[in-house]
């Protein structure tokens, strides 16, 4: 006689009105069934961010984990003036970048150093933006460091039409040439600089819903209108897009596990001290070509 069995359940615990869910019952260093990496897919989709706590991933775990929902991302390649931000000695696979500012005899363990960072999206200045991103906290300072998030939907949703109708059908160039919290300047000459065109409202690949894609650190300018008018949009897109009221703040702790959806939000992180250590390992999902909203 065939043993009856009692399919796991995940609970889902909303964390803020904008996005953002606690996930738990789940070990993520264990085997997981399809069906309850359906139930955490399904939970994404809905929150755009997830978090697990109390984990215990050694990279494996984690890289095991991530590529239930595709196939590995691999750390993109700095242009050579920014090539030790990427270049940190203790990133050993190729899928994964170690955020930090930890440094072995003087030399960076990682990437992306100290301080505050402004609103992005990871690899925005790539033909296939990463579809998703995985971090896992591994060592942390006393205070800050913070990752925001904020909901890019409820961002174009909230757009008034005549915006919406200045950006319809518009593209926005995005490059990778950025300093962690300046505006992005770039020239004529973009050969040496890797950078891609993006429409400015995409559809979500997976929940056909209309996402603003522009963020403060990478996005340049908004293509085929004046600088002033460029300008102009960019800055009521950005206010729009990082209102508090779209946003969630996850705030560390050791054994934090958290994903996002990186076509459906921008993230950002606070400031913390300089002279403490803040090491959080990552590892992406490949995207696709990123289509605009209809
Ligand atoms: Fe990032």
């Given at each position: 006689m065939a043993q009856a069995t009692t399919a796991q359940k995940i609970t889902v615990t909303p964390l803020s009105h904008a996005c953002g869910a606690e996930i738990s019952g789940?070990?993520?260093?264990k085997d997981l069934t399809a069906d309850v990496i359906r139930q955490i897919q399904d939970a994404w989709n809905e929150h755009i961010v997830l978090t697990f706590r109390g984990q215990n991933l050694s990279q494996e775990d984690q890289l095991r984990f991530a590529s239930h929902f595709g196939p590995l991302g691999k750390r993109k390649q700095a242009p050579d003036q920014l090539k030790e931000r990427t270049?940190?000695?203790?990133?050993?696979?190729?899928?994964v970048l170690l955020v930090s500012n930890k440094k072995v005899d003087g030399v960076p363990v990682g990437a992306f150093g100290d301080g505050d960072m402004w609103y992005h999206i990871d690899s925005?200045?790539?033909e296939r933006p990463y579809a998703y991103t995985f971090l896992y906290g591994v060592e942390l300072p006393t205070w800050g460091g913070d990752t925001l998030f904020s909901n890019m939907y409820m961002a174009y949703d909230a757009m008034p039409a005549d915006l919406k109708q200045r950006i319809h059908g518009k593209r926005a160039l995005h490059v990778?040439?950025?300093?962690?919290n300046e505006k992005v300047t770039v020239g004529?000459?973009?050969?040496?600089t890797p950078h891609w065109y993006h429409p400015v409202v995409i559809t979500h690949p997976k929940t056909r819903r209309p996402s603003l894609f522009v963020d403060r650190?990478?996005?340049?300018r908004i293509e085929g209108v004046s600088q002033q008018e460029s300008d102009d949009i960019l800055g009521q897109l950005y206010e729009i897009g990082e209102r508090e009221d779209f946003v969630y703040a996850h705030k560390w702790q050791l054994g934090d596990f958290v994903m996002w959806d990186n076509l459906a939000t921008i993230h950002a992180r606070t400031y913390f001290p300089k002279e403490e250590t803040r090491l959080l390992r990552r590892c992406t999902v490949d995207g696709d070509l990123v289509s605009a909203a209809a």
């Open positions: 789940v070990d993520l260093t270049e940190g000695v203790l990133q050993l696979d190729p899928h925005g200045y790539t990778h040439e950025y300093k962690r004529t000459d973009l050969s040496n650190l990478m996005t340049a």
